[in-house]
Each structure stands twice: as structure tokens, then as C-alpha cells.
């Protein structure tokens, strides 16, 4: 289990994680042996890219943070957000297609924003899929998230208009959502959700770190980097 919520509007996007990993004593079976705090969110600055994880945090030997670092690798020094989502999903099925994780990944090019779910739960789902935008293919302000069931029902009924609300009142919002999904999961006989929260903004211009507890493995550069601590 995670906590994984992206807030979009066509102007700005709010994408967060939490930083907690279940240890497991083997990838099919999953028996759970601990907890340790790791790094779920990243940031591709040359893709203008957020990404947020959630699922296994491995494939074979590899941490999904190891396998954005090798990807990363592959790409020119500039990429468009929408290409980086297309390489992106074709790199995974190609060399991971056994791997169960969801992938958010948001970001902005030529202005727009973008909002895509790539979900690999399931092996049926091999196109990421664009959600900030409704039925029409207009762009719209919405969330998506991973969490709780319970946080999901506090969600709807707190039906929350992203069009007219201000920054303040959104971040009230997110961190709204985790401390529910912190409480619920203190009262687990192993937590599955823990602090640190990260939070990063996006708008067409910039990618601003609101909040990251380790900004050196946050950040996946076209260079090698220290491999520990990312899911």
C-alpha cells in the first residue's frame, strides 16, 4: 500500500508521495518482515516529468529508481513530456513486462499540462493513460490518487472545486489527504502509509520541490547517482 495523490489544473500541478516501503521476504508471496522509508516520487528535469510510484518497489534485482536511472540514461538531454511517457511505457513492457507498479507521471509541454496513469497492476494495461483531460478532450482540474478506501469516500464527499480554490487552500487539501491516510494506517498492525510526505508543484515554466526528504535521490539525472534508497 501507498499514498499517491497528483491535483491538476490546466495551470498547475500538485503531485505527492508518501515514503514508506513493506518489506517482504519474497516478491510472489509477499510475507511482510518490516517497514523502511524510501523515495516514491521523482523528478526528470530534462522531460519536465514528476513521477509518483506504487506497488512492488522491485523487478527481478532492480528498484524502481535504479530502472528510471537506466532508462534516463537511454534519452536524449532534452525530451518532450509526452515522449518521455511513450519511451517510457515501451522501455517497461520491453525489458520489465512482469512488473507490477503504477506509475503517475505529470508534467507540462508547450504550455499544457499533462497527466498520465500507467497502471501495471494489471498486465492488460500497456497504454499509459491521460486523465487531466474529460469526455469532450477538454482539460480539467481533478485529482488522481492511490489510498485508503475510506480516504476515497472523504474525497468525494468533499467534492472540492479545483477551478476556483487557491494554492493555499489546495495544499490544505493534499495534506489533508495524507494525515487520514497516515491515521489509518497507524491503527494497522503494520503501518502501510508513513511520513515523510513529498511535494513537488509544476507549472508550465518551473518544477518547484515543496517539500522532499532526500532531493539527491528525488532527482534522476543523465549521470550516475547513489542507487540506495528509492523504490
Same mark, same amino acid.
Given at each position: ?72 540514461? $537511454?534519452?536524449?538531454? %532534452?525530451?518532450?513530456? #509526452?515522449? *518521455?511517457? +511513450?519511451?517510457?511505457? /515501451?522501455? @517497461? ?58 480516504? $476515497?469516500?472523504?474525497? %468525494?464527499?468533499?467534492? #472540492?472545486? *479545483?477551478? +476556483?480554490?487557491?494554492? /493555499?487552500? @489546495? ?61
Amino acid at each position: 500500500m501507498s499514498a499517491l495523490l497528483t491535483i491538476y489544473h490546466p495551470e498547475r500541478i500538485l503531485v505527492a508521495a508518501d515514503s514508506l516501503l513493506q518489506t517482504t521476504d519474497d516478491y510472489e508471496r509477499g510475507n511482510i518482515t518490516g517497514t523502511a522509508t524510501v523515495q516514491k516520487l521523482f523528478v526528470i528535469p530534462s522531460a519536465f516529468t514528476v513521477i509518483t510510484a506504487c506497488g512492488h518497489s522491485t523487478c527481478g534485482a532492480k528498484s524502481v529508481r535504479t530502472i528510471l536511472m537506466e532508462f534516463a540514461k $537511454t534519452l536524449p538531454l %532534452i525530451i518532450s513530456h #509526452p515522449e *518521455f511517457v +511513450s519511451e517510457f511505457s /515501451h522501455y @517497461i513492457l520491453s525489458y520489465f513486462p512482469s512488473m507490477k507498479t503504477d506509475f503517475h507521471l505529470s508534467g507540462f509541454h508547450q504550455g499544457e499540462a499533462f497527466v498520465y496513469d500507467f497502471d501495471r497492476f494489471k498486465e492488460s494495461h500497456t497504454v499509459p493513460v491521460r486523465k487531466n483531460l474529460d469526455r469532450f478532450g477538454r482539460p480539467t482540474a481533478s485529482v488522481l490518487g492511490f489510498c485508503d478506501s475510506s480516504t $476515497t469516500q472523504w474525497c %468525494i464527499s468533499a467534492n #472540492p472545486n *479545483f477551478w +476556483s480554490m487557491s494554492d /493555499h487552500q @489546495i495544499k490544505d487539501f493534499l495534506f489533508e489527504f495524507f494525515r487520514k491516510e497516515v491515521e489509518i494506517a497507524r491503527r494497522k498492525k503494520i503501518p502501510d502509509v508513513a511520513e515523510p510526505i513529498d511535494v513537488v508543484q509544476l507549472d508550465s515554466t518551473s518544477i518547484r520541490p515543496l517539500q522532499l526528504h532526500n532531493p539527491v535521490l528525488a532527482f534522476i539525472r543523465q549521470r550516475n547517482d547513489a542507487n540506495t534508497g528509492g523504490i
